[in-house]
């Protein structure tokens, strides 16, 4: 059991690390098993970052987005009407 456990924590610890693009040298289960976790947990840090971010720009483009949707609606609705452009 123990040798399949080290098989699938090797084959774990170079598919992340081919990921992560890191040389670090563990050479025992344990280790495999602590850079695994860390790397899936710093992968999930990582992305939770980046949304956070994306979050925060789409919300500043939020307001000014709002504002042109009001202001080609007004424009639109003025054109229908046929009222004159010096309102």
Same mark, same amino acid.
């Given at each position: 059991?123990?040798?399949?456990?080290?098989?699938?924590?090797?084959?774990?610890?170079?598919?992340?690390?081919?990921?992560? =693009?890191? $040389?670090?040298?563990?050479? =025992?289960?344990? %280790?495999?098993?602590?850079?695994?976790?860390?790397? =899936?947990?710093?992968?999930?840090?990582?992305?939770?970052?980046?949304?956070?971010?994306? #979050?925060?720009?789409? %919300? #500043?483009?939020?307001?000014?987005?709002?504002?042109?949707?009001?202001? $080609?609606?007004?424009?639109?609705? #003025?054109?229908?009407?046929?009222?004159?452009?010096?309102?």
């Amino acid at each position: 059991m123990d040798d399949y456990l080290f098989k699938y924590s090797t084959a774990i610890y170079y598919s992340l690390r081919l990921y992560t =693009v890191r $040389d670090i040298g563990p050479t =025992v289960l344990m %280790e495999r098993m602590f850079f695994a976790i860390f790397a =899936v947990v710093s992968a999930m840090i990582n992305a939770n970052i980046f949304g956070n971010i994306y #979050m925060l720009i789409s %919300e #500043m483009n939020a307001r000014p987005n709002a504002y042109q949707s009001q202001h $080609d609606a007004a424009i639109t609705a #003025m054109s229908s009407m046929k009222l004159p452009s010096d309102l």
